[in-house]
């Protein structure tokens, strides 16, 4: 019999367990990356996390005999439903064993919690918007992920179905081979470059010892270019700098762009390395006693990058800032010897950033999902 419990955040015990599980379900799973515990338990403490500041989400673990055999989150994320005026909850941090009734117990558990907050719809898998890692893994199940993108198993498909689940958007994943990428594409970034200038339009790299004014240039760009994407909600300050410090020490400022006009910052694009190269060797995300020097060594070997952000202020768009971002990325990935970035995650019916991508011969390898459900 499967039993449904509460997690008390307060206590240690209960909130390991609900971290460590994923380790337990995918252990020997070659392409199952481990979160780290630390960043994982100050995201769900809401002492520690910025998201408990605006908003509020209860955990569920499933037992069977005293053993977790499943895991869920119930979010009511306060600042999406300012900010869309839609009256929708999420699940997120979803695990289970492939038991159709036990993954049913959980997403009743989330269901129920969501409709007590009044809440008659939810949507996800989130953790705890689409400024954190979202998605349900539907295509390419053969490779790891990339720094902040989901895992899971096949059938986790079939599982949210059969509860009722139906798809809202997938979110495409972009494969960019730096060997693959002709010379003209390349020539073409800089002409592109060239006509910009003409339009008092420059673009260079982020300047590391201003981070924190960097930043300030960063968020309202994002927060604008980013507010037509489904299920998104403005991230506040506390959050992009809690981010920002956790993904600080993997930066490369090489991988950083800001587009200006006028002083003004009016494109940001982002890419960092795939830190997941090295992080999938930390045995259940620990990095005490030897996981930091697994992890050390796994950094100066990274092959690869993924392009977090990329996006305009509304009026700049159809200029081609965002393939001169791109193309900026792919010199810079050869020059480093990178073989490939990946650039995710691009809505589905975001015709104009999928143009651009076919446009420099990205293509799309990997697919996650949003689903919904009344209830």
């Not at 507010?227 to 981010?243: C, H, K, L, R, S």
């Not at 795939?274 to 992080?279: P, S, T």
């Amino acid at each position: 019999m499967t039993e449904i419990v509460e997690v008390n955040v307060g206590d240690k015990r209960q909130i390991r367990r609900f971290i460590d599980f994923p380790h337990d379900l995918y252990a020997g799973d070659p392409n199952y990356v481990p979160m780290l515990y630390m960043e994982q338990e100050a995201l769900l403490n809401p002492a520690k996390s910025p998201f408990f500041r605006h908003s509020t989400a209860a955990y569920f673990l499933a037992l069977q005999d005293g053993n977790v055999v499943g895991r869920i989150a119930a979010i009511l994320n306060r600042n999406h439903i300012a900010f869309t005026g839609r009256q929708e909850g999420f699940f997120g941090f979803f695990d289970v064993i492939n038991d159709q009734a036990v993954a049913n117990a959980l997403l009743d558990a989330a269901a129920a919690w969501l409709r007590k907050q009044g809440i008659p719809k939810v949507c996800g898998p989130t953790n705890f918007s689409t400024n954190e890692t979202c998605g349900l893994l539907v295509e390419n199940f053969d490779e790891p992920p990339t720094i902040m993108m989901t895992y899971n198993k096949p059938y986790y498909i079939g599982l949210l179905e059969n509860y009722g689940f139906t798809k809202q958007v997938d979110l495409l994943c972009y494969l960019l081979p730096t060997d693959e990428m002709p010379e003209k594409v390349v020539a073409m970034g800089e002409d592109l470059e060239a006509r910009l200038a003409k339009r008092g339009i420059t673009i260079r790299q982020i300047d590391m010892k201003r981070f924190k004014q960097e930043l300030q240039n960063f968020l309202p760009v994002y927060n604008e270019s980013w507010a037509e994407n489904t299920g998104f909600v403005p991230m506040t300050d506390d959050e992009i700098n809690q981010i920002a410090k956790d993904m600080r020490p993997v930066i490369d400022p090489d991988f950083v762009y800001f587009a200006e006009k006028d002083g003004k910052t009016i494109g940001v694009s982002l890419t960092v390395p795939n830190v997941n190269e090295a992080q999938i060797k930390l045995e259940r995300g620990r990095l005490f006693p030897f996981g930091i020097f697994k992890l050390l060594l796994g950094l100066r070997k990274i092959k690869t990058v993924r392009i977090i952000a990329l996006g305009t202020l509304k009026e700049y768009r159809r200029l081609g800032i965002d393939v001169c971002f791109y193309i900026r990325n792919i010199k810079t990935a050869k020059r480093k010897g990178i073989i490939h970035g990946e650039a995710s995650w691009i809505l589905e019916n975001n015709d104009a950033m999928n143009r651009a991508l076919e446009h420099i011969n990205g293509r799309v390898y990997r697919k996650y999902r949003l689903y919904e459900k009344n209830i």
